[in-house]
């Protein structure tokens, strides 16, 4: 039994991931709760409540309280991690967690306070913020600490942060607030206006997750789509390939690559070398798109390489930083 915990959080608009010192990553959820509309009380968070998203009753609602990686529903975030850290610190602690708490690079001051306000209110003893791109590198492997240039791009649901990073900080860095979900947006989009059916959420994400492409497709690579026909109104099941999904994701591949260039050209000389060599590193459920690495790659003219486990870079990053204290300053 400890007497105190530590852990950290990745507060994703997609996942919630806790890493708990020593133990590793202990809670790994998606952000979604389900309430009832009626009382407003939470019934269900995590995986069991997005199984009810778009299926739910009236009385039921399936809410995504984080958006665009920041609080939309106070209240219900809230809810959501004190119910999460408490599955990640356990019944058996004497004292207050220390709490490192993970968001998007450009938020500003007053949300950054609306988030430690919430780390302060489930008991946390000490609170430290740090900014996702910085940890997803340290995540990824990358030695950050050194005065030499990296870069990250860190896709996740809500927001894409693009950041070099040298001697521990960040140097020049954007935020953007278009992601995996706005991928998902699009498919709907794309297959609403060439087929005339409508899919919901879930059914993008699906989409995206398998057939899902930035470049390079292969047209062999096909997969049926289930939704409503708008004409009749009844389901209806077409088939869609991997040279859809480019023309369908061009535009938010071509918005991230815009803004990793900005970044580029923000960066000082001596640090762009460094890039030019080590290449650029894609961290966030948003790298596991097929090819995007070699579309970014073909753009930026700079090697670029997917992380080894891109979904779980922030949350180890996490545990690096609270093993080596010397990062949380």
Same mark, same amino acid.
């Given at each position: 039994m400890s007497l105190s915990k530590e852990i950290g959080i990745d507060l994703g608009t997609a996942n919630i991931l806790i890493y708990a010192k020593g133990e590793g990553i202990v809670v790994n959820e998606p952000s979604v709760v389900a309430m009832d509309a009626e009382t407003h009380k939470p019934l269900a968070v995590g995986a069991e409540a997005k199984e009810m998203l778009g299926r739910t009753p009236g009385k039921v609602k399936a809410i995504k309280p984080m958006k665009d990686g920041v609080i939309a529903d106070f209240e219900t975030t809230e809810e959501m991690l004190k119910r999460f850290v408490k599955?990640?610190?356990?019944?058996?602690?004497?004292?207050?967690?220390?709490?490192?708490?993970c968001c998007p690079s450009n938020i500003t001051g007053v949300e950054k306070n609306a988030?430690?306000?919430i780390a302060e209110r489930m008991g946390a003893k000490k609170v430290f913020l740090e900014e996702e791109p910085k940890v997803a590198a340290v995540g990824a492997g990358i030695d950050?600490?050194? +005065?030499?240039?990296?870069?990250?791009?860190?896709?996740?649901?809500?927001?894409?942060?693009?950041?070099?990073?040298?001697?521990g900080d960040i140097v020049t860095s954007q935020s953007l607030k278009i992601a995996g979900d706005k991928m998902d947006q699009e498919i709907i989009k794309y297959v609403k206006d060439k087929y005339k059916l409508l899919i919901g959420d879930a059914t993008a994400e699906e989409v995206k997750k398998q057939i899902g492409c930035a470049f390079q497709p292969n047209e062999e690579t096909v997969m049926d789509v289930r939704g409503r026909d708008l004409v009749t109104g009844l389901p209806k099941t077409i088939q869609m390939n991997e040279a859809e999904t480019v023309s369908a994701l061009g535009e938010v591949c071509e918005t991230i690559l815009i803004a990793a260039k900005q970044v580029l050209e923000q960066t000082p000389p001596e640090l762009s070398a460094d890039i030019v060599n080590k290449g650029i590193f894609l961290t966030g459920g948003g790298a596991?798109?097929?090819?995007?690495?070699k579309f970014l790659e073909q753009g930026l003219k700079v090697p670029v390489f997917v992380?080894?486990? +891109?979904?779980?870079?922030?949350?180890?990053?996490?545990g690096v930083m609270l093993e080596n204290t010397t990062y949380l300053q």
């Open positions: 599955k990640a610190v356990g019944k058996n602690i004497l004292r207050k967690p220390r709490i490192l708490i988030i430690r306000e950050i600490s050194k +005065p030499s240039g990296n870069m990250v791009i860190d896709i996740g649901g809500g927001t894409t942060d693009v950041a070099v990073l040298s001697l596991l798109l097929k090819n995007l690495d992380a080894d486990t +891109p979904l779980d870079c922030v949350a180890e990053g996490c």
